[in-house]
């Protein structure tokens, strides 16, 4: 860069600087009196596109933070939650045409010259107030039936695996939209300006795992700045954060004002916002050598803490070792902390998988669910558990003794959401007695991803952004907010 210019630039900045303080410092000491949070969020993402001042909810919200833990693969609602005895007097027998009405198959049993029924391996006990019927891989879960919501109804139109897990987390099954955890952050900002309010946490069961891609924690058309940060389970929880070995922490900022200088010219120059994202960032990760090595260690939990999630989260990149990360990023004022735990795709061998998936996860869930509890923040915090779609009510294959599989199933499948002004301790929904069509209540995906957005005080046809000529949003033109299941 020409030397003259570069004096220029400096001394036009330092001009303007002097002209406006007067009246800026001023009016800059003031607002931070009257509104204390007024600095918490810099993002300018939003534009004045959605109508919304960045960081202010469009009403008063129940929940200031998302822990969505993602049981990637569609674990097997027959399984777990929907009790159907019925499928165990009609085992081996054909489902009924009448009751499968022409749904779309997949590729795996369209071909099939039977669909036999099959009925669960496991048994199921009701539990809690309502009598909640939950399997008994779930013994843990089966603990906190009265602190849960369990969502027997939810839908999609999505019936494999790629579509239908982008859907969830982007609102359109082609991808190249904004991820929740990125709306959420566009909308809300962060609570904690040292660390980033969108992250990401990736679990491995040892059953039949699909794939996981950086495009579900994408930005998409919004600020780079709202785009998921993956947390590792390596020595290093954020790859390239730490200084280059020589690098002392005052060279490091000193390097880090010059670049912002720099950039900063470039944008009063070139306009373009990538710009000032990029400063944002840069100064992000400077905050974040500090914040994030203190979030991630666990040496100072209690052993009370440690027993309730059990041994494995001792063990980085479990998944009881991420949901007491996500406890300690969440208390820490990250906004949205996405876990995906994998392997519960079980198209053969369910009985085997099935076991132990449930075993990776169910003390760590609960666990999750009790700690926020009792440290007062499950109010504030909702808690969500779930996959993609569900599964069918019989069989892939031929039924052996004691082993089959379960082929996808979009029109019918569970979740469950604990805390964050959700009713506690109901069940919402019906299947039929075969498990295979919703008779009440049903759910959509689109009306999740409303309701959530509604706890955390955003109205999800407000929350927008204008792209190439359109105003989007994550429930794009559907959705509904399920207010049954709200306190």
Known sequence: MDKEYLEYGLTKNRRRFLSRLSLGVGSVALGSLLIPDLFRNTSSAAGGTNGLSVGTPHFAPKAKRVIYLFQNGAPSQLESFDYKPKLREMEGMDLPASVRGGQRLTGFTANQSSLPLV?????????????????????????????????????????????????????????????????????????????????????????????????????GFLDSIHQGVQFSNGEDPVLYLNDPEGMSRQARRKMLDNLSELNQMNYEEFGDPEINTKIRQYEMAYRMQAAVPEVMDISKEPDSIIKMYGDDCKVPGTFAANCLLARKLSENGVRFVQLYHQGWDQHVNLPKEISGQAKDVDQAS???????????????????????????????????????????????????????????????????????????????????????????????????????GRRFRLTDVAGKVVKDILV
């Open 366 to 468: 609960a666990a999750l669910v009790t700690d926020l509890k009792q440290r007062g923040l499950l109010d504030e915090t909702l808690v969500i558990w779930g996959g993609e779609f569900g599964r069918t009510n019989f069989s892939q294959g031929k039924i052996t003794q004691d082993n089959y599989g379960r082929d996808h199933h979009p029109r019918c499948f569970s979740i469950w959401m604990a805390g964050g002004g959700i009713r506690p301790g109901i069940v919402y929904g019906e299947t039929d007695e075969f498990g295979y069509n919703i008779v009440k209540n049903p759910v959509h995906v689109h009306d999740f991803q409303a309701t959530m957005l509604h706890q955390l005080g955003l109205d999800h046809e407000k929350l927008t952004y204008k792209h190439l």
């Open 119 to 219: 009925g669960s391996f496991t048994d199921f006990h009701q539990y809690g107030e309502a009598r909640a019927w939950v399997s008994d891989l779930f013994p843990h879960t089966a603990k906190i039936v009265d602190d849960i919501c369990i969502v027997k109804s939810m839908h999609t139109e999505a019936i494999n695996h790629d579509p239908a897990l982008t859907f969830f987390q982007t609102g359109n099954q082609q991808g190249n939209r904004p991820s929740m955890g990125s709306w959420l952050s566009y909308g809300l900002g962060s609570e904690n300006q040292n660390l980033p309010a969108f992250t990401v946490l990736i679990s491995r069961g040892k059953g039949n795992s699909q794939g996981v891609y950086s495009k579900l924690w994408s930005n």
